[in-house]
T-cell receptor, first 111, second 112 residues
């Protein structure tokens, strides 16, 4: 079955710096890749997603890149702010099946 | 506003009792999911349903049961057979496969 590995497990950055979280997936048939942000005590919220026919997508300070050949995708957050501190999850879906989630990355933005 | 509602937010139960967690959505989504999250851990899939009157076991279904009698509702019962039920439970829904999930705000279950 599909497996998604996420790195790093924790990431500390200085306010204003960039943060990058990477995920790799195992099944070349995966075609949808969302990213979620979970704040303490709350449910995860979808922040950005990308489909396999697109290489990059950007939304203000957040961007996602996809390398289908290498089977990995990354979340990029620029100009980080303290409110970006949270747990981030990547996920991948195979056509016709459910999402498989990565183990999560704890991002701490130090002010 | 459309959304997904989990209730209650906090739940306390005595060991050996069954307890049912509620999940309701008004997004007209076909698929619904239940996840368990332990402190500092990721999301583990308990059960999911892609259509009314049908559901499948996830990775950790033992000790849990579900029903999907209505499109809007997907309640989860934590039975006395679940050895370590204290956790944060998340419900989610989606329009179908290859779409993002909308998560509820979670139910924190504590068994004493």
């Amino acid at each position: 079955g599909e497996n998604v590995e996420q790195h790093p497990s924790t990431l500390s950055v200085q306010e204003g710096d960039s943060a990058v979280i990477k995920c790799t997936y195992s099944d070349s048939a995966s075609n949808y890749f969302p990213w979620y942000k979970q704040e303490l005590g709350k449910g995860p919220q979808l922040i950005i997603d990308i489909r396999s026919n697109v290489g990059e997508k950007k939304d203000q300070r957040i961007a996602v890149t996809l390398n289908k050949t290498a089977k990995h995708f990354s979340l990029h957050i620029t100009e980080t702010q303290p409110e970006d501190s949270a747990v981030y999850f990547c996920a991948a879906s195979i056509l016709g099946d459910k999402l498989v989630f990565g183990a999560g990355t704890i991002l701490r933005v130090k002010s | 506003d459309g959304g997904i509602t989990q209730s209650p937010k906090y739940l306390f139960r005595k060991e050996g009792q069954n307890v049912t967690l509620s999940c309701e959505q008004n997004l007209n989504h076909d698929a619904m999911y239940w996840y368990r999250q332990d402190p500092g851990q990721g999301l583990r899939l308990i059960y999911y349903s892609q259509i009314v009157n049908d559901f499948q076991k996830g990775d950790i279904a033992e000790g849990y049961s579900v029903s999907r009698e209505k499109k809007e509702s997907f309640p989860l019962t934590v039975t006395s057979a679940q050895k370590n039920p204290t956790a944060f439970y998340l419900c989610a829904s989606s329009p179908g496969t290859d779409y993002g999930y909308t998560f509820g705000s979670g139910t924190r279950l504590t068994v004493v």
